[in-house]
């Protein structure tokens, strides 16, 4: 789960606490503008309203953080410090990956801010500057559904840390390339590379980063070991970093897992709280991800032939007699919502992973004209972004149905 984007600022829903946790860690800071405003020295206020802006924005404050990001960028303007402009820029790459509108405008500008942070960043030896804005090149690719490119860019962030015989672009390619795998539906390559990222990082952020990912990786793949993990320190230590941004995929997870050890009620419940506090604070990509999680818990009530053992039944019993009768119908509902969501964002892979599902539930309704007509779609989407897991689980599908 990569970074979410989405369409709406978030700052008047996110919640008392979220807000409070970002309050305390800057309440120091806010005496050190003041000073520094006295005393003109607008670079070193430049690159303070950069970090807190960068902060506020992965604390889901996205509107207070693009202002921050805003007045520092204004500031190294007029001072002519090219890199105290490309670290502002480097903030607004983050915000446009999560908050920015979708469209082709969007794209290009991420694109070309991408090129000239590094670009500047080359020239002035700052290497965690270049590496920070070619992970969020890959993972913005991610975010926004191609796989192909995601992986392209990290490719480069990887031959960066071997041109430097720096450590840590290779550990941000690495747990970033895990993220794209796990969008990829491949748990066990988003394992390994999470765990070759965990041998060498050194920032605390990135080794978080690798953690977390290892474990929705391991957690989606049936290693039941990791769920309360995952619903436990990992997230703590996300809240406690203030990085609200990337929790609802992660909390979401952790509901698809506690499924997968029988607590059903309990799973569903976690997906629905965490879509809703996606939702409240504005991310458009992490709503429509909690409704292909919920579509997908349904749909495998649907075509499921395997029955529960007694006694997860018997634990199960009020949620299955209010949820089987109706499973075709919240999936369908919750994929479409998933579809159009995704199409909103002109996010392919999703768009294809969405239709895919839509065809699975088809088919095992009999509809086959439909089924077939949706595989086809899916397949020809993921085709053009290089999701090969949707290609070869659509030729599966589609193979079964037989000819036309």
Request: charged share 25%; aromatic share 6%.
């Amino acid at each position: 789960m990569a970074a979410t984007p989405n369409q709406t600022s978030s700052d008047q829903t996110a919640p008392a606490g979220q807000r409070r946790q970002v309050t305390v860690l800057f309440a120091d800071m806010a005496g050190y503008t003041a000073v520094a405003e006295a005393l003109g020295d607008n670079k070193r206020l430049s690159r303070f309203l950069f970090e807190t802006g960068y902060a506020h924005i992965f604390a889901c404050q996205a509107e207070i953080g693009r202002q921050l990001l805003d007045r520092s960028k204004a500031l190294a303007k007029a001072d002519g410090d090219e890199l105290a402009v490309a670290y502002a820029d480097l903030g607004f790459m983050w915000h446009r990956m999560f908050w920015g509108q979708p469209g082709e405008a969007r794209d290009s500008a991420q694109r070309e801010t991408g090129k000239r942070v590094v670009e500047v960043a080359r020239r002035h030896s700052d290497i965690w500057l270049a590496s920070k804005a070619q992970l969020a090149n890959g993972l913005d690719y991610s975010a926004w559904g191609r796989p192909g490119e995601s992986r392209a860019a990290l490719m480069e962030l990887m031959a960066m840390s071997r041109e430097t015989n720096d450590p840590r672009p290779r550990s941000m390619a690495l747990w970033a390339l895990a993220v794209t795998d796990v969008f990829s539906d491949n748990y066990d390559g988003a394992i390994e590379k999470a765990d070759d990222a965990l041998r060498i990082c050194l920032s605390p952020i990135d080794r978080m980063a690798a953690e977390g990912y290892r474990m929705v990786a391991r957690t989606l793949s049936g290693q039941e070991d990791e769920v309360s993990a995952l619903g436990g320190h990992v997230i703590r230590k996300m809240e406690a970093k203030s990085l609200a941004m990337v929790l609802p995929p992660v909390k979401m997870t952790g509901g698809v897992g506690n499924i997968m050890q029988g607590n059903m009620a309990k799973g569903v419940a976690m997906v629905n709280a965490a879509q809703a506090e996606a939702e409240n604070w504005g991310m458009t990509f992490a709503t429509a991800l909690g409704n292909k999680f919920l579509g997908e818990i349904y749909l495998q009530f649907v075509l499921s032939d395997e029955k529960p053992s007694l006694s997860v039944m018997l634990a199960n019993l009020p949620f299955l007699v209010r949820t089987l009768p109706f499973a075709k119908k919240k999936a369908r509902r919750h994929l479409q919502d998933a579809l159009e969501g995704f199409q909103g964002l002109n996010s392919p892979a999703d768009i294809a992973g969405a239709q895919y599902n839509l065809g699975l539930l088809d088919k095992a309704a009999k509809r086959n004209d439909r089924a077939r007509t949706s595989l086809l779609e899916a397949r020809g989407i993921a085709q053009s972004v290089d999701a090969t897991n949707i290609i070869s689980n659509a030729d599966a599908a589609l193979a079964e149905l037989g000819a036309a």
